[in-house]
């Protein structure tokens, strides 16, 4: 008869499981991950197999050296911080802009990702020119959109994407004769 796992029990099989199946996603050995993040092969082993919990600074070292934080080990996904549900989309704005914001992505603590629908309404003025850290990825949904980068203007239709870094000044407008959507996609940030 098998018996169920205690809870500690639970937590170190999954935590365990959740570390094996991103380093063979990663297609890294045990021996590599195992010097990144200072500890030894065979105890990373046995935190493998669920036979060893990791201590805190343990499981940072395993973390840091399969390139995700922390809380991707002993986070549970769960509706509310991974989905979002299309009927459920609210529109928000901002003073001098008649663009509707829709928030894609849920705010969270970490996140290295954030993603915004624009709904670009016609005739309304340029972005101002901005610069900030990080990066930057739009497609056209709909409509036609003028991006200027570094005062090179590129004109995207529908289908067209772009990706670049925040730290080059860039703006975008509507230049078509219909509402322009676009899915921004960029580091977390303040608009």
Known sequence: MVLPLDNKAQV???IGSK????????KR?????ATTAGISKPFLSQVERGHATP???SLVGIARALGVTVQYFVDTP????SVQRGKELKYFGFDGTANLFGRLTN???GSKLEVILVRMPVGQNPSEVTTHAGEEFLYVMSGQISLTLEGTTFVLQAGDTAHYESTVPHAWCNTAREEAVVVWVGTP???
């Open 12 to 14: 170190a099989v999954s």
């Open 19 to 26: 570390i094996r199946a991103l380093r063979q996603r990663l």
């Open 29 to 33: 050995t045990l021996d590599e991950v």
């Open 55 to 57: 201590s805190i600074t």
């Open 78 to 81: 769960t509706e509310d911080r």
């Open 107 to 109: 705010l969270s603590v």
């Open 189 to 191: 940030r303040l608009f």
